[in-house]
């Protein structure tokens, strides 16, 4: 067991953001291993890894259901006093985000855009890209190749335009400032079907 235990350790950081809670999912995921009939596992490291996703996602469903909670609780006028101190000045940063995932849109094909923002923003390794995307680890560095020489081509051709560019904005944002990578997982898979039904 102790040798999946720095990959799980990884996928859980990853998803949740926070070390603590990291080694809390994945102690719980070793403690559960220990209940059940391994006879019936077929393949040990693929059971952990969605053991662990799923945890991972329980966790942040919880988080949210918790903040949501907060908020509902919370008094309009003490909102509307957050907002005059807020710092606004991050609202260029926000824009370049936007115009950078404008272009991974234009640029990339779903299957290439997801694993290219997986590696390249989240660090992902190649054998959790091969379990998130289905695809072999090979398959999966060729095509983060692909994409990274398709952003840097002048000649590749435009893809249609996001139809709600804010949500693929706030669901990215939402993975990098609270760890939210199930989401963004959601979405990127949700795309790659919706590609998948129109060939």
């Not at 809390?24 to 019936?40: A, G, R």
């Not at 693929?46 to 329980?58: F, G, H, M």
């Not at 398709?150 to 435009?158: E, F, R, V």
């Not at 979405?187 to 919706?194: C, T, W, Y």
Request: glycine residues 2%.
């Amino acid at each position: 067991m102790a040798l999946y235990q720095p990959m799980l350790h990884s996928i859980a950081l990853k998803m949740v953001g926070s070390l603590h809670d990291a080694e809390d999912i994945v102690q719980e995921t070793f403690l559960k291993w220990l209940t059940i009939e391994k006879e019936k596992i077929i393949n040990t490291k693929a059971y952990l890894i969605r053991s662990v996703t799923n945890n991972c996602i329980n966790h942040l469903e919880a988080l949210k259901r918790k903040k949501d909670q907060c908020l509902d609780s919370l008094n309009p006028t003490e909102l509307l006093d957050w907002s005059k101190v807020a710092d606004f000045s991050h609202f260029d940063l926000e824009q370049e985000v936007s115009n950078a995932l404008g272009t991974l849109h234009k640029k990339l094909e779903p299957l290439e855009k997801g694993i290219f923002l997986l590696r390249e923003v989240f660090n992902f390794e190649y054998d959790e890209l091969q379990h998130i995307f289905d695809k072999k680890k090979e398959n999966c560095r060729q095509l983060f190749c692909r994409a990274k020489n398709k952003l840097a081509s002048n000649t590749t051709p435009a893809l249609p335009e996001l139809s709600s560019p804010g949500q693929l904005l706030n669901t990215f944002k939402r993975a990098c400032d609270w760890g939210h990578l199930s989401d963004l997982v959601h979405e990127i898979s949700q795309d790659i079907a919706a590609k998948l039904k129109k060939t």
